[in-house]
């Protein structure tokens, strides 16, 4: 299995941005898009854990949509062979001072492109 492919690493670079830029602007239908639409979805954010494409969308849908921006740093993609890639990244917001956020998911690519199959959000102390 090759990691990275330049080619794959740069698709997932795009749809990595397009759901940054979908999260700050709380564009719900592009997010729930780059979400696999299966029970077998996970994703367990700052204070929910959430099973299923389902759950996951009726979150985002019921979700606040103020102060969502954010500054990203240390962001790393990884890719698999063609179809497999995790993204980490840590992001920071005015509204959280002295907090870090970490944020991990995992992409699948199928017929309808890259989606996240599994993801994790969670905030800490920046010193830690």
């Given at each position: 299995?090759?990691?990275?492919?330049?080619?794959?690493?740069a698709?997932?670079e795009?749809v990595?941005?397009?759901?940054e830029?979908?999260?700050?602007?709380?564009?719900?239908?592009?997010?729930?898009?780059?979400f696999l639409?299966a029970?077998?979805?996970?994703?367990?954010?700052?204070?929910?854990n959430?099973?299923?494409y389902k759950?996951?969308a009726?979150?985002?849908?019921?979700?606040?949509?103020?102060?969502?921006?954010?500054s990203?740093?240390?962001?790393v993609?990884?890719?698999?062979?063609?179809?497999?890639a995790?993204?980490?990244t840590?992001?920071?917001r005015?509204?959280a001072?002295g907090?870090t956020g970490r944020?991990?998911?995992t992409w699948?690519?199928s017929?309808?492109?890259?989606?996240v199959?599994a993801a994790h959000?969670?905030?800490?102390s920046?010193e830690?």
């Open positions: 299995m090759e990691i990275n492919i330049a080619s794959v690493k698709e997932v795009a990595f941005q397009e759901y830029t979908a999260l700050v602007t709380n564009d719900v239908e592009t997010l729930d898009r780059l639409d029970p077998t979805t996970i994703r367990y954010g700052g204070g929910e959430l099973y299923g759950e996951i009726a979150f985002r849908s019921s979700r606040d949509g103020a102060d969502l921006q954010r990203l740093e240390r962001t993609i990884t890719t698999y062979g063609t179809s497999f995790t993204a980490s840590l992001f920071f005015d509204t001072p907090k944020q991990m998911q699948v690519k017929e309808a492109g890259w989606q199959v959000v969670s905030i800490i920046k830690i």
